[in-house]
């Protein structure tokens, strides 16, 4: 019993150890092909994203090395691929390159990078182990849409001068977008780094639309560096990678200066955030297809282990991988032992063969980097938004701006932001609804969408479709008060209560306000469906007129309690009372 009590917490804590301890060899061939699969697409996308977030190439392979262990021991999904990402790059260098901008010491943006991946480890862990998996649900749809087209407009800019061949020293969209265009203007394009760079981008997004499952990123490469020796492009000025650092690398523990761990904490929040709800997200996709539940808080310290791996090794922050994580799945993976496979082939590369990428052209690290760009962008979303509710595409919008505009960490703080504004605006002004019957249907309908045919006088029911709480209490009190002093004026106001699932403090104050004028004005104001757990709230504030006969099970029995103390029978037409 014991020994089954600690496999049990050691599944729970290490599920990677418990899968291969129950590992059966037959599984090995396929994982072992995609391990193989996806390593052709970890290696260049590690480079190019390390590029990305203004750190070494070198930095991303060791990143992804340690994410693919860290998640193979941590995670629950057996086929979710873990490491360096194109969302995250400009992000992590937003953060890292203003503390190097004065040396531009390729050692100290390791230090920070790091240290940025521990702190976005810790923060990560920490929200599994507390069960705060809903944080990833800061970033509504509308917004992740207009976030991540704004991030691929800034990847796209950010790499063109690459592309191009040259380099541009300047900050923000606008500006890189303005520098680029001067240094075109003043001819500083290198033909060969364009025609390098252009022909991958071709390649590689012509590959993945008429031939998915094709390894394109690898095809790229491998022509790119064949190119170089074929046509000699060093000597026409294409930049190369040039020689890989051999080995694996040794475990480090970063240091930054104490002063400066505020603004990373701040960072590391925006970067979990990000890392979280594209994690879930994927990770739900592939749980569907695989069978398997998704646990977001196991999940969130998989992602967490991930990082702090990463950390602990000259690495930076990771995500998921939607693409990389599509490839394994379609290249038969069935564990985490894909990731451990491809992890192994990195480190057998910088062992073996580091010097095998070191003439692959800049420009094809900037085409995969631009390839990724255009997947992350979703311009069908924004048409989808604009057409389905204007609101959620006007949210989309300054998402977008917001990020193209004032950069990517204000950027997905402004999101996150708009996200939370936009549901306490829907708690603020509710969907109300004046409801009335129709003689050939059943029930009591929203008049603005059913026309109704008959009504009793004196009679107005009201629905409001919120809890009453602080934020809309006023709206709540206006908009009865202006029914009540519709003419005639009505002898009883039924609130149809069904969607009002709480009622706070300072919404029974306004109630116990607004019932006094009410009944000084002769109408009576009553609640019909209030869910049983509402009203025993309402009753232990103890809002002296709200007694027990204001209160009825359903709208029914509320109006006919009304047309027998009113002695009145429906008539024609449909209800005078409208809301403004």
């Given at each position: 019993?014991?020994?089954?009590?600690?496999?049990?917490a050691?599944?729970?804590?290490i599920?990677g150890?418990?899968?291969?301890?129950?590992?059966?060899?037959?599984?090995?061939?396929?994982?072992l092909?995609?391990?193989l699969?996806l390593?052709t697409?970890l290696?260049?996308q590690?480079m190019?994203?390390?590029?990305?977030?203004?750190?070494?190439?070198?930095?991303?392979l060791?990143?992804t090395?340690?994410?693919l262990?860290g998640?193979?021991l941590f995670?629950?999904?057996r086929v979710?691929?873990l490491?360096?990402?194109?969302s995250?790059g400009?992000m992590?260098?937003a953060i890292?390159?203003p503390?190097?901008?004065?040396?531009?010491d390729?050692?100290?943006?390791v230090a920070y990078a790091?240290?940025?991946?521990?702190?976005?480890?810790?923060?990560?862990?920490?929200?599994?182990?507390?069960?705060?998996?809903?944080i990833?649900?800061?970033?509504?749809k509308p917004?992740?849409?207009?976030?991540?087209?704004?991030?691929?407009l800034?990847i796209?800019v950010s790499q063109l001068?690459k592309?191009?061949?040259?380099s541009?020293?300047?900050?923000g969209?606008?500006?890189?977008?303005?520098?680029?265009?001067?240094?075109v203007?003043d001819?500083?394009?290198?033909?060969?780094?364009?025609?390098?760079?252009?022909?991958?981008?071709v390649?590689?997004?012509?590959?993945?639309?008429?031939?998915?499952i094709?390894p394109?990123v690898?095809?790229a490469?491998?022509l790119?560096?064949?190119?170089v020796a074929?046509?000699?492009?060093?000597?026409?000025?294409?930049?190369?990678?040039?020689?890989?650092?051999s080995g694996f690398?040794?475990l480090?523990f970063?240091?930054v200066p104490?002063?400066?761990l505020?603004l990373?904490l701040?960072?590391a929040l925006?970067?979990s955030l990000?890392s979280l709800?594209d994690t879930?997200?994927?990770a739900?996709v592939?749980?569907?297809?695989?069978?398997?539940?998704i646990?977001?808080?196991r999940?969130?310290?998989?992602?967490?282990?991930a990082?702090i791996?990463a950390?602990?090794?000259?690495?930076?922050?990771v995500?998921t991988s939607?693409?990389?994580?599509?490839v394994?799945?379609?290249s038969g993976?069935r564990?985490?032992?894909?990731?451990?496979?491809?992890a192994?082939?990195?480190v057998?590369?910088?062992?073996?063969a580091?010097?095998?990428?070191?003439?692959?052209p800049?420009?094809?690290l900037?085409?995969?980097?631009?390839?990724?760009?255009?997947?992350?962008?979703?311009?069908a979303?924004l048409?989808r938004?604009?057409r389905?509710?204007?609101?959620d595409f006007?949210?989309?919008l300054?998402a977008f701006?917001?990020?193209?505009l004032?950069?990517?960490?204000y950027?997905?703080?402004a999101?996150?932001g708009?996200?939370?504004?936009?549901?306490?605006r829907?708690v603020?002004?509710?969907?109300q609804?004046?409801?009335?019957?129709a003689g050939?249907v059943?029930?009591?309908h929203?008049?603005?969408?059913?026309?109704?045919?008959?009504?009793?006088?004196g009679?107005?029911?009201?629905?409001?479709d919120a809890p009453l709480l602080f934020?809309n209490?006023r709206t709540?009190r206006?908009q009865?008060?202006r029914?009540?002093?519709i003419e005639?004026?009505?002898a009883?106001?039924i609130v149809?209560?069904?969607?009002?699932t709480d009622v706070?403090t300072?919404?029974a104050?306004m109630?116990a306000?607004?019932?006094?004028?009410l009944?000084g004005?002769?109408t009576?104001?009553?609640?019909?469906e209030?869910?049983d757990a509402?009203?025993t709230?309402?009753?232990?504030?103890?809002v002296?007129t709200l007694?027990d006969?204001r209160f009825?099970?359903?709208?029914?029995?509320?109006?006919?309690a009304?047309?027998t103390a009113q002695?009145?029978t429906?008539?024609?037409?449909?209800?005078?009372?409208r809301?403004?």
């Open positions: 019993m014991a020994a089954t009590s600690r496999l049990g050691l599944s729970r804590t599920p150890l418990v899968m291969l301890r129950s590992y059966r060899p037959a599984l090995f061939g396929k994982d092909v995609a391990g699969v390593t697409l290696v260049p590690g190019a994203y390390a590029e990305l977030a203004g750190l070494p190439a070198i930095t991303g060791y990143t090395i340690l994410a262990l998640y193979a995670g629950p999904s979710l691929v490491g360096p990402d194109s995250l400009p992590i260098a890292v390159v503390f190097v901008a004065a040396d531009g390729p050692a100290t943006a790091s240290v940025l991946a521990l702190l976005v480890g810790a923060i990560t862990v920490l929200a599994g182990v507390f069960n705060l998996g809903f990833a649900d800061l970033l509504s917004t992740q849409i207009g976030y991540m087209n704004g991030l691929a800034t796209l001068p592309l191009f061949g040259f541009v020293d300047a900050d969209l606008i500006g890189e977008a303005v520098a680029f265009v001067e240094a203007g001819g500083e394009t290198v033909g060969a780094s364009l025609a390098v760079g252009a022909a991958c981008l390649l590689i997004v012509g590959l993945q639309r008429l031939w998915p094709f394109a690898l095809a490469v491998v790119a560096i064949a190119a074929a046509f000699d492009l060093a000597d026409r000025g294409v930049d190369l990678v040039g020689e890989l650092p690398p040794p480090t970063p240091t104490i002063g400066d505020g990373l701040a960072g925006g970067i990000v709800t879930i997200s994927t739900s592939f749980a569907d297809k695989t069978g398997d539940e646990d977001g808080d999940e969130m310290i998989g992602v967490g282990a990082s791996a950390g602990c090794f000259q690495g930076f922050p995500s939607g693409s990389r994580t599509a394994a799945f379609q993976a564990t985490q032992v894909t990731g451990l496979v491809g192994a082939a990195i057998a590369l910088l062992v073996v580091p010097g095998l990428l070191r003439n692959l800049q420009p094809a900037a085409a995969v980097v631009i390839a990724a760009s255009l997947s992350l962008a979703d311009l979303g048409r938004l604009r389905q509710r204007r609101s006007v949210l989309a300054i701006l917001s990020v193209a004032l950069g990517v960490l950027g997905i703080a999101a996150v708009m996200s939370i504004l936009n549901v306490f829907r603020w002004w509710p969907h609804a004046i409801l009335g019957r050939d059943r029930g009591y929203d008049t603005a969408y059913r026309q109704t045919t008959e009504h009793l006088p009679l107005a029911i009201y629905r409001f934020a209490a709540f206006n009865v008060r029914l009540a002093a005639p004026r009505p009883w106001i149809a209560a069904e969607p009002i706070d300072t919404a104050d109630l306000d607004l019932d006094a004028d009944d004005a002769g009576r104001l009553v609640f019909a209030l869910k509402v009203q709230k309402v009753e232990r504030y103890g002296p007694s006969d009825y099970p359903t709208i029914r029995t509320a109006v006919d009304y047309a002695s009145v429906w008539v024609p037409g449909p209800s005078p009372y809301l403004d």
